[in-house]
């Protein structure tokens, strides 16, 4: 049995290297975020789950489903979606930026694979989702496999500023606004795998995230 009790980190995250940049919008981007054993176990439990729902919205192509109503999420993994992870995730995220987020955070598991890409878009929606944090794994991910995620400072491919590789256990937080303009270049093989964390201002209700409702139709970001 891969899976078994055992004492986890009370933060399974690292973000003791945090650098916040501002252009072309504000973002920061860290490696080695996820504790290594988390990292792993997710990335298994992901490839072996049943919890995969496609999604095509037109300028994107993915599978997703909410970590927080996945009924067979290990007991390892429940710390990815503890009401106190959620908690720290929050104000961690609320100091880097500078602002007060809401009690509400949905959590979703994304799944790209050879063929999908995200095009550009700013995941901006009036009183919605003011944040995003992405968490991903794959340790064996190289750059020819594609899957970037591009950041832009207007709405045109040519005006990419910045390509970021999904690594293993890597992060990137950023600010959802009108300029958030980002996108996911195509994969050109292999499965890409994410972890999005999505945080609403504070007037926005504490809710769950729903496996077919607004909150995933948000969360295209990668």
């Known amino acids: 049995m891969r899976y078994k009790n055992r004492t986890i980190s009370a933060d399974p995250f ?3 290297r945090i650098e916040l940049l501002h252009l072309p919008f504000r973002f920061f981007g860290c490696d080695d975020v996820l504790d290594a054993d988390i990292a792993a176990e997710l990335l298994h439990w992901f490839r072996e ?8 919205g037109g300028f994107y192509h993915l599978h997703n489903f909410s970590l927080l109503k996945a009924q067979s999420l290990p007991e390892s993994l429940h710390c990815l979606r503890s009401p106190s992870t959620l908690e720290q995730l929050k ?8 602002c007060t987020l809401g009690a509400r955070v949905d ?8 063929g999908h890409q995200v ?16 968490l991903y794994v794959g340790d064996d991910w190289q750059l020819d496999n594609g899957g970037l995620l591009l950041f832009f400072d207007r709405p045109v491919e040519e005006a990419v500023q910045l390509g970021i590789p999904p690594n293993h256990r890597s992060a990137v937080g950023f600010e959802i606004s009108k300029r958030s303009h980002h996108a996911v270049s195509p994969i050109l093989s292999g499965t890409r795998y994410a972890l999005c964390y999505s945080f609403y201002p504070v007037e926005v209700g504490c ?7 607004e909150s995933d139709l948000g969360l295209t970001s990668h």
């Open 14 to 16: 690292d973000f003791a």
């Open 49 to 56: 789950c049943s919890c995969w729902k496609p999604h095509d």
């Open 91 to 98: 104000q961690r995220m609320s100091n880097v930026f500078g």
């Open 107 to 114: 959590v979703v598991g994304q799944r790209m694979e050879a």
């Open 119 to 134: 095009g550009i878009h700013t995941d901006y929606r009036a009183g919605m989702e003011t944040h995003r944090l992405l």
């Open 207 to 213: 809710s769950a995230s729903s496996d077919s409702g």
